[in-house]
């Protein structure tokens, strides 16, 4: 199992960070876990076009995990050289915002159809609305679904991906929580977007403050993965954005709390699980 984080940023705008998403590669199957913004260049740079997804997973409806689904949707759709459907899988509300991004698209997807004879059918995306406790299968990936808490933000999710006995868990934004401890119990390997509360309280900003009380802080995820006996921590989506030279500084916040591996870095980072 490979985990490569794709975008690495928040909703700040960052030139050298794409918005939230990752990349998981398993037994040939290709799960991207939530669309972020740049998402379709990062998924390039890892050798990933949108007809190789095998599936998108989205962890919650906050706008900087779907500002590029749209992409996705367009791309997968006009890069296959017949009609497949895309599966998306999310919480309640999923489908909601499929319909409207598919809305929004009608034009561009009537321009297409008009001027390609060999586009006959419009996209077609499949989308499954998934609650803690369900669990499905995609390709060679059994995939299970918890509750996060990233209140007032609802429904949230996390999803632990299992494959040729390896595991990892995506747990998307929210702070700790029974639901997460539950679904990382033992995996190989546990993503967890964070931040750093001390950073962001220097901010005299506050709406920039407000992200605190429902954002893991990079203590916090450390936390979780040593509560669940996780093998490697992978951190991203960082709040602020991880200074030049300073990884280390971060690096050693989770080392005081989690004594396995701790993974962070740019936008392509790949971690082998």
Not at 27 to 39: H, I, K, P, S
Not at 106 to 118: Q, S
């Amino acid at each position: 199992m490979q985990i490569t984080l794709l975008g690495t940023g928040s909703p700040l705008p960052d030139p050298l960070r794409a918005g939230p998403a990752t990349l998981v590669r398993s037994g040939g199957t290709t799960l991207l876990v939530d669309c972020g913004r740049g998402v379709l260049m990062r998924l390039a740079g890892a050798g990933v076009i949108p007809p190789m997804l095998s599936a998108v997973l989205i962890t919650h409806l906050h706008s900087d995990h779907l500002t590029d689904l749209n992409d996705v949707i367009t791309t997968h759709w006009v890069m296959n050289p017949e009609p497949v459907t895309l599966s998306v899988f999310g919480p309640p509300g999923m489908r909601e915002v499929v319909d409207a991004t598919l809305g929004a698209l009608a034009p561009d997807i009537r321009y297409r159809l008009a001027h390609h004879a060999d586009l006959t059918e419009p996209p077609s995306v499949e989308v499954t609305e998934v609650t803690p406790g369900d669990s499905f299968d995609v390709g060679a990936v059994a995939v299970r679904v918890a509750a996060t808490d990233h209140r007032p933000v609802k429904p949230t999710v996390a999803y632990r991906l299992e494959s040729d006995g390896r595991s990892a868990v995506l747990g998307g934004d929210g702070v700790p929580c029974a639901g997460l401890d539950e679904l990382c119990n033992g995996a190989d390997a546990y993503v967890q977007t964070v931040i750093r509360d001390d950073l962001v309280r220097q901010v005299p900003n506050t709406r920039f403050q407000d992200i605190i009380d429902y954002h893991s802080t990079v203590e916090d995820a450390a936390r979780t993965a040593a509560r669940a006996g996780v093998r490697t921590l992978v951190l991203t989506h960082y709040v602020p954005p991880i200074a030049a030279g300073g990884s280390e500084e971060w690096r050693a916040l989770a080392a005081k709390h989690f004594a396995g591996e701790i993974v962070l870095g740019d936008d392509l980072t790949t971690v082998d699980v």
